[in-house]
């Protein structure tokens, strides 16, 4: 059995930052894609940033705001948000391709709430 989870997120004012982590168990042989999409209310999920052989991918939203990096031995993930503004509201989830037994699938965390208000 394969767990996420996540932690981080919480209550910011404009111009702050947090730190969001994922941290993923179980009986993992590999990782491959390690990814943070976020959700606002009323809105689609969409794609924050990607990491996969240490090249990254970033929504343009968060580009020179948001950093995404990964610890391959804890197999953790991080995301370092500065800048915060309110549009940046939203549900954060983690997003694992991993190897789990013999076979490649895709985990979802169960989410954290960023909420960026003064």
């Known amino acids: ?14 111009g702050g930052s947090l730190r969001l982590s994922c941290a993923a168990s179980g009986s993992i042989f590999g990782i491959n894609v390690m990814g943070w999409y976020r959700q606002a209310p009323g809105k689609q999920r969409e794609l ?15 580009k020179g705001r948001f950093t995404i990096s990964r610890d391959n031995v804890k197999n953790s993930m991080y995301l370092q948000m500065n800048s915060l ?19 490649w699938s895709t985990y979802w965390g169960q989410g954290t709430q960023v909420t960026v208000s003064s």
Do not use: K
């Not at 924050?48 to 968060?62: K, M, P």
């Open 85 to 103: 503004n309110s549009e940046d509201t939203a549900v954060y989830y983690c997003n694992v391709q991993l190897l789990h037994g013999t076979r």
């Open 48 to 62: 924050v940033e990607i990491i996969r052989s240490g090249v990254t991918n970033y929504a343009d939203s968060v």
């Open 1 to 14: 059995q394969v767990q996420l989870v996540e932690s981080g997120g919480g209550l910011v004012q404009p």
